[in-house]
């Protein structure tokens, strides 16, 4: 009978469906990356694979028939593997030719790239060069990197050995008793993820010099084998170095150090602390702005989304009011342009991130006039109907300064008819965070989007599923609207919380874990709660009530608040 079952002996090939239909054949335990390499597989190069549902190394063997579907340098997953290797490749590149230097591996950089930075001595111009150089021969050589799974007491001993006090210091809170590292000469470490098999994937890639380091630039996803020019990040490295001047009085480094300061019954200090300083940060912007008020009497905030900027708005109202300074807000939401007027993105959808959704002409006028002392009656969009509505009357006393939070705030399109010193810019964004230690940083997206997965279900009744599905749409966004604008800011607030990884977490992870398994929020969700696993938690009612994380969280005491306007609004 030909529908009888009857025993047989396994076969030496096994079989690989694709998403367009097609069926390759090759050996039982073949790697995913003879699988992949078939012609016409993808544009894009190819990292990575998802096998039913589970995202896999290249390097991962295909013992049974499965669905697989390959991962490129052009998708989120594929970015996150390519930009992990090529660290590696920099780390043992550097160490070979420097040992007496420390390599800090750090904050990220809007064209694509991570600031690097040096400490022990100076990295000159030509040692730079021939950084990159030793680099490239390695990519030649196309050496593999070797992957093994240890004790977790033998990795600890081996990284205390070297004098990797921060690695050591993360791995002791480990809950797991096993480690994978990976080797690539004689640099054995680990790697908050998967990698590439060898140096051969990594060709794309530049160092140029930056102020106290270098940037290791790449390619972004929608461009995966081209670089954009070398990036300029000034104000950024500002920020970045006022964050770094905290986490010394904190006397945190790293996650591993933040988690032992919690074991020693820290957290309320480091809370605290981390509270203050971003509160003297905003006291000072305040500052800035009451001595330029006479001049610059419109104040834009912008940044990408749960970077805290409704709490710091708020916070600096305050500040400016114990200063003698009114703040009197207006939301560019209300200057939406009519439905039917809205521009439409590639699907069709209107799209109302677009500066040209915006009443530029009225907005202008408007601001124009009030600055100038004279009353106007502003707009109010609905949102059902998808009209402007007259709202109130406002007029800008003396004493008062306009205040414009939106995504557009450092685009000079915005207000092309209101001299730029007549504004005062403020860039807002979760900028920095620990690095779990020297060479696996915390990517500030993620943080952002921890604090969004946490605020989505206590505040808006949305799944993790929910959150992480409309995530890659609110990048778009932020990488078409904000991020090219950032430099444009007169000052740069960063909303990051040293604490915030070990207060998110325990919040975080329970939400993560009903996301439902084979899907592609799944991948998204187990790599997020692989990442959240390294923190301890904090006591969530240590932090106080006015906290940039209350605005995620729960709880702020700033939520009804509004700041007293005058008799400049009625």
Known sequence: MSDAVIE???????????????????????????????PGIAGAPIVGGVVNGELRELTYPIETEARVRPVTMGEADGMRIYRRSLTFLLAAAFEAQYA???????????????????SGGELSADGLSRLEARMRELV?????FAKSEVKLEEAIAYFRDKGYQDKAQLLKHRRKPTLVLY????????HHGYMVPSTGYLRWFALSPAEGGFTLQFPRRHNPTELQAPPHYAKLLTA???????????????????NDAIVAGRAREIILVAEALQEAQIAAIAQQIVSRRKAARVILIAGPSCSGKTTFSKRLSVQLLAQGVSPLPIELDSYFVDREKTPVD???????????ALDLARLNSDLRRLVGGETVRLPRYDFKAGRQVESEMARLGADQVLILEGIHGLNPGLLPDIPSSQAFRIYASALTQLNLDRYNRVSTTDTRLIRRIVRDATQRGYSAADTI??????RRGEKRHIFPYQENADVTFNSALVYEGCALAPLAEPLLRQVTFATPEHIEAKRLLRFLEWFLPVDPGLIPDNSILREFLGGSILTEFTPWHGPGLG
Do not use: N
Not at 14 to 31: H, N
């Open 8 to 38: 047989s002996s396994l076969r030496p090939t096994v079989q690989i469906l694709l998403a367009d239909g097609r069926v390759l054949e090759g050996p039982r335990g073949a790697s995913l990356a003879q699988f992949l390499s078939a």
């Open 100 to 118: 007496d230097l420390r390599l800090t591996v750090d904050h990220s950089v809007s064209s694509g790239g991570y600031f690097c930075q040096v």
């Open 140 to 144: 030649e050589f196309d050496l593999p």
């Open 183 to 190: 080797s690539l000469g004689k640099l054995r470490d680990y």
């Open 240 to 258: 970045f170095r006022l964050y770094g001047d905290w986490l010394d009085r904190l006397g945190i480094s790293s996650v591993g150090s933040m």
């Open 346 to 356: 590639d699907q069709g959808e209107y799209d109302y991130e677009a500066l040209e």
């Open 469 to 474: 599905r409309r995530w890659e749409s609110v």
